[in-house]
């Protein structure tokens, strides 16, 4: 793959070299022609992005695309502004019953779809259902039925209230019943800002302005993602071929010609996730093992917990571009300060190893417990120089205490099978607390990549309950935090530390001096294309 990248760009510079030197020179002007009036000159109305983003299931919101960042080729019935308040999108006004159970969305009527046909109610009652019964990481399993009133009025029932549900609403894009299939993901049609027009999977994704979208018209008429790793989107930028280009926050204090740095604050977190209950044997429906006799020691959670130095990780690993992490939704309105530990304390965390039974009886600098040596895996996707640096780093960080961390790197496909019974540098931050819910609740324990570590606190399960089943936003906030901690218990490091939380990233991109992309909102995780959302708004600056 980046052979194929370097020898692509190569081509492009001496093709380029090639061009300018075969150009004849310009015909001068005789001394006697008048001066003319020479007309100004057109802005850029092409980008070239390399940003990530390609999605092997390809671009259909009722599987996933779009949750975390604009779906792009899709709209959605609610959105999120630039100071992440929500606003309409498709619909005009959306009512809820008192009760929490219907949903009445009222939608604009001069909406049309790419290839043409108008955006009804039918259309986006269908969407929801179809999502609903998708069986996808999409959250819908509340939805009774979705039913178009008439053409410009849809109906979303619920079995039960639900506070997250107006996130469905933000950001499931709707797509068209009568061009949706199997082949969708790969052609989609949709009512967004831009429009698929050619996909070379693994290589690249060309994208074309929508004529018929009914929002801000886009100054840029078409968009380039070119699909490459680490070290090639950052050769790419070097070498001028794109304007905006997304790196690892090491590479942040670098300098481009011709690009600034632009830091975007996230709620993108890093953490590492703990097999929860003891190894005894048990394994998934799959036949992957469950548990771990180390990780499931409550002592030896909590000593990491307070062990790591999360700031010197935001300094070290990521050139200052973060900040520490100490739970999933550090910041937003449901986070419970209280869990902000005092981390890099080591006398606490030798403290609780020896309260818990952990000693070094042989001397060989590794502590005991029963004959159990306080050793185990943690395991990080291979292609990911970040979470290599973090995973790298907190071992080295506890290795004082007597903890022996191995650090090995693996493929996604590798991590599904060991994910139940090691340690995962796992990454995840979402505008949507439903997120907490799924990595913390005990029914959701080896739901895909959900709760990996069967955690389960029958209290914590009671909070969540609540805090999801509560009709209003602000209704469930109060319970989303005593999940967290609650004087007494909770899945935080002052409770059953399910987690050791490290860092929330700063997403860190080089753009063109000559591109504004505007004001940039607080970012969810990285999958996808966040920094797009506001895409509408980007213009180019010089002539």
């Not at 604009?108 to 179809?130: E, W």
């Not at 959250?139 to 178009?148: I, Y």
């Not at 018929?212 to 090639?232: S, T």
Request: glycine content about 10%.
């Amino acid at each position: 793959m980046k052979t194929r990248v370097i020898f692509y760009l190569s081509a492009v510079l001496l093709l380029g070299l090639i061009a300018a030197c075969g150009r004849a020179p310009a015909p001068m002007a005789p001394p006697s022609a008048p001066t003319e009036t020479v007309p100004a000159p057109v802005t850029r109305t092409e980008l070239t992005l390399a940003v990530g983003g390609e999605r092997e299931e390809g671009y259909d919101p009722t599987t996933g695309w779009g949750r975390y960042g604009s779906p792009l080729f899709q709209s959605t019935l609610l959105t999120r502004d630039n100071d992440l308040r929500i606003v309409p999108d498709l619909a005009e006004s959306y009512q809820v019953s008192d009760d929490g159970l219907v949903w009445t969305v009222k939608i604009r009527r001069d909406v049309k779809f790419s290839d043409g046909h108008p955006l009804t109610a039918a259309d986006v009652a269908y969407t929801f259902n179809a999502a609903g019964g998708s069986a996808s990481v999409v959250d819908l399993t509340q939805l009774e039925s979705a039913t178009a009133l008439d053409e410009y009025t849809v109906e979303l029932r619920l079995k039960q209230p639900q506070s997250t549900f107006v996130n469905r609403l933000i950001t499931l894009g709707i797509v068209p019943q009568h061009a949706h299939g199997p082949d969708y993901g790969r052609n989609p049609i949709g009512s967004g800002p831009y429009k698929l027009v050619r996909w070379d999977e693994g290589q690249q994704l060309i994208v074309e302005a929508n004529p018929y979208y009914y929002g801000r018209k886009p100054h840029f008429q078409r968009l380039v993602f070119l699909f490459l790793d680490e070290d090639a989107a950052f050769a790419a930028a070097k070498a001028g071929q794109v304007q905006v280009v997304s790196v690892p926050p090491a590479l942040g204090k670098q300098t481009v010609p011709g690009m600034r740095v632009l830091p975007v604050k996230s709620v993108d977190n890093r953490g590492i996730m703990f097999p929860m209950v003891p190894d005894t044997g048990a394994r998934t429906d799959d036949g992957y093992p469950i548990g771990n006799d180390v990780t499931s020691d409550l002592a030896i959670r909590q000593a990491i917990n307070y062990a790591v130095d999360r700031q010197a990780l935001v300094d070290g690993v990521l050139e200052g571009f973060g900040a520490p992490a100490y739970g999933p939704v550090d910041g937003l309105p449901w986070w419970e300060p209280a869990t902000a530990i005092k981390d890099n304390d080591l006398d606490k965390a030798r403290q609780i190893l020896t309260d818990g039974g952990w000693a070094d009886t042989d001397g060989d600098g590794v502590l005991e417990k029963n004959g159990l040596r306080a050793e185990f895996t943690l395991v990080y996707p291979a292609t990911d120089s970040t979470r290599q640096a973090l995973a790298l780093a907190v071992a080295d960080m506890v290795k004082p205490l007597g903890i022996v961390i191995n650090v090995e790197g693996k493929s996604w496909d590798e991590i599904q099978t060991l994910m139940h019974s090691n340690a995962v540098l796992f990454g995840w931050g979402s505008h949507d607390q439903t997120e907490m819910y799924n990595l913390y609740h005990s029914k959701m324990g080896g739901q895909g990549w959900y709760n990996t570590g069967f955690y389960s606190n029958p209290t914590v399960d009671g909070y969540l309950d609540r805090a999801l089943t509560a009709i209003t936003e602000a209704d469930a906030i109060p319970y989303w935090k005593k999940a967290q901690w609650d004087g007494t218990t909770g899945f935080s490091a002052l409770g059953d530390a399910a987690w050791a939380w490290l860092v929330n990233l700063d997403h860190v991109y080089f753009v063109s001096e000559c591109l504004d992309v505007g004001k940039q909102r607080v970012q969810p995780h990285g999958h996808g294309w966040p920094i797009t959302a506001n895409i509408v708004e980007w213009t180019w600056t010089c002539p």
